[in-house]
């Protein structure tokens, strides 16, 4: 079974410095992994995707990697702004998508 | 093009009772999923459909049963609600479910059962 685990499960950064955030998964073999976005109340909003075959992926301040081997992806966000405080979830997807809990990210102006 | 829509967006139900949750797409996707969401678990994934006329179980699937209307619609019912299946459910979509196609989510449903 797919376990995914994203640390840590909350970030405080002041306004202009840049995010890593982290995620494992167990099972190497997988289709894809997917970066979501989930503000307060709200739904999840696809950022990226990476397929098994990419090693990164890349829009606008928005840099994911892949590396399937060590069962890792990081998602970069360059020049963090208040704008970007949300809930960031990956989840990856050998067949049916697994989800991690979750890194809330706080941007103090 | 509105992407994937749910119905309702808030519901309270008394436990026993019973309610379907609607999700309708318009994106002409083969394959449409239901999700729960509860507070430090992620998602978890509580049945899928990969094509129309077919539904299979995910990871939760105890006390829930689906629908497959058609290509475009596809229902969530709990027949009869429990304390334990207050949650936030999602519906989402994608073209296929074999291939590396990203998913897409509704804006959810918030259900409280007392």
């Known amino acids: 079974k797919q376990e995914v685990t994203q640390i840590p499960a909350a970030l405080s950064v002041p306004e202009g410095e840049n995010l890593v955030l982290n995620c494992s998964f167990t099972?190497?073999?997988?289709?894809?992994l997917q970066w979501f976005r989930q503000d307060p109340g709200k739904g999840l909003t696809s950022l990226l995707l990476?397929?098994?075959?990419?090693r990164e992926q890349t829009s606008g301040r928005l840099n994911a990697s892949l590396d399937k081997s060590s069962g890792r992806s990081t998602l970069y966000i360059a020049a963090s702004q208040p704008g970007d405080s949300a809930t960031y979830l990956c989840?990856?997807?050998?067949?049916?998508?697994?989800f991690g809990a979750g890194t809330t990210v706080t941007v103090r102006a | 093009n509105a992407g994937v829509t749910q119905t309702p967006k808030f519901q309270v139900l008394k436990t026993g009772q019973s309610m379907t949750l609607q999700c309708a797409q318009d994106?002409?996707?083969?394959?449409m999923y239901w999700y729960r969401q509860d507070p430090g678990m992620g998602l978890r994934l509580i049945y899928y459909?990969?094509?129309?006329?077919?539904?299979d179980k995910g990871e939760v699937p105890n006390g829930y049963n689906v629908s497959r209307l058609n290509k475009r619609e596809f229902s969530l019912r709990l027949e009869s609600a429990a304390p334990s299946q207050t949650s936030v459910y999602f519906c989402?979509?994608?073209?296929?479910?074999?291939?590396?196609?990203?998913?897409?989510f509704g804006p959810g449903t918030r259900l409280t059962v007392t």
């Open positions: 989402a979509s994608s073209e296929d479910l074999t291939l590396s196609y990203e998913q897409y």
């Open positions: 099972d190497s073999a997988i289709y894809n």
């Open positions: 990476i397929q098994s075959s990419q």
């Open positions: 989840a990856v997807n050998d067949y049916k998508l697994s």
């Open positions: 994106m002409n996707h083969n394959s």
């Open positions: 459909s990969a094509s129309e006329g077919t539904t």
